[in-house]
């Protein structure tokens, strides 16, 4: 329930049972969370019986304003933002979380509603796509450092999270072929499998050579696709070349496992030469149709061709747009059969949509 404007609330229609009632200023966030009968956890509190025979109970509380932490956020001792910080109170039921906040883009943030007491902080950041996990000072809570927090009273306190010491030391390194012969310049896309992003990326040396260093742990797919559009985009799988097959979904790829200090090398990537699709489009009395999204869609999987069911790194090629004339080239593209699909964006008051294809 909630409060009116004079302080007051009702909680009705309750079956009988026991309950235990909590107030939290979950608007503002001035004041510290209140236990009925002035505990300081949920556990603590005292349960309440109702009973079907149960008249109006006077339940009050009185909330106190709460202190405040600002400070700057760091990772290893590396500034950060896109990152959420949880603070633990510690009470005789142990630590109790108390208050999560959002941390603004330049780094900062700021804690308030946090009743007296003693404070440890977890969190967690967003990075290239990954996640980390910390705790101020320490690996874990039971080791992390103390915040000494006091009701009306604002501390400082930059936070700097600590991360496990082999936590970036994982390598993965391979060598980028073409009928066995080493290619410069491909670029080297470690993706996690977790969440389809791209962490990371490089590009393979004059000996065909590439290294990826620091990645979290986590399962990843290895992308080689070349710039220049002549060798066709492939997966890495330790079944190749034995299948005398490269793969060309992520489906059909090997994930490589990091896990602290790992160290995966003999990673290689093999491409073949690239083919590509070119045309013109034109609208229905002949004119260039301009801006149209052109997309080449593997065509082994009918069901699942058609828009919206094409994300790049999987089941298409990127976008191609037709120029003045109408035209458009799809470079890159591994020997297959493909589908090809016109889409042009038109907004109205409904969003974004794809009327044409």
């Known amino acids: 329930g909630q409060t009116t404007d004079t302080g007051y609330y009702l909680l009705d229609s309750l079956a009988p049972g026991y309950y235990k009632i909590a107030f939290s200023d979950s608007e503002k966030h001035l004041y510290s969370d209140q236990y009925y009968k002035e505990a300081d956890s949920l556990m603590a509190a005292q349960p309440l019986a109702i009973t079907r025979d149960t008249r109006p109970t006077m339940v ?49 943030y700021t804690a308030t509603g946090l009743a007296t007491g003693v404070y440890r902080v977890k969190g967690e950041v967003q990075l290239d796509g990954a996640l980390y996990q ?3 000072g320490g690996l ?16 400082t306190q930059d936070l700097d999270l600590e991360v496990a010491p082999d936590l970036f030391a994982s390598v993965i390194s391979g060598t980028v072929r073409s009928a066995e012969q080493p290619l410069v310049g ?24 590439y290294q990826i260093a620091g990645l979290p742990n986590d399962h990843y797919y290895l992308r080689f696709s070349d710039p220049a559009g002549i060798y066709a985009f492939s997966w890495y799988s330790d079944q190749w070349p034995a299948t005398n097959k490269p793969p060309l979904r ?14 995966a090398s003999g990673i290689d990537g093999t491409l073949v030469g ?14 260039p149709a301009i801006g149209f999204q052109v997309y080449a869609f593997a065509a082994d ?6 828009w919206p069911s094409c994300y790049a790194v999987e089941r298409c090629v990127p976008t191609s ?28 008051q409904y969003g974004w949509y794809y009327p044409h294809g």
Do not use: C
């Not at 603070?87 to 603004?104: H, K, M, N, P, S």
């Not at 491909?186 to 050579?209: K, W």
């Not at 489906?251 to 990091?258: F, K, N, Y």
């Not at 090809?340 to 964006?345: A, K």
């Open 60 to 108: 009050n509380a009185t909330m106190h304003m709460g202190g405040r932490v600002v400070g700057k956020l760091r990772l290893a001792g590396e500034e950060v933002s896109a990152a959420q910080l949880w603070f633990y109170q510690q009470t005789t039921d142990g630590w109790q979380e108390r208050g999560f906040v959002a941390v603004a883009a330049n780094g900062f």
């Open 274 to 287: 690239a083919g590509a699709i070119q045309g013109q489009v034109r609208g229905p009395t002949g004119t």
């Open 186 to 209: 491909i670029q080297v896309e470690a993706i996690s499998a977790s969440n389809s992003h791209v962490i990371v990326y490089t590009t393979s040396d004059q000996q065909g050579r």
């Open 321 to 348: 747009v037709t120029d003045q004339q109408g035209r458009y080239q799809i470079v890159g593209l591994p020997p297959g059969r493909y589908h090809v699909g016109f889409f042009r964006e038109v907004y109205d």
């Open 250 to 263: 992520k489906e059909d790829a090997t994930s490589v496992r990091i896990e602290g200090a790992t160290i």
């Open 134 to 136: 910390g705790y101020h």
């Open 301 to 306: 999987d009918p069901a699942k061709w058609l």
């Open 140 to 155: 874990t809570l039971a080791s992390a450092i103390d915040l000494k927090v006091t009701a009306g009273a604002t501390l």
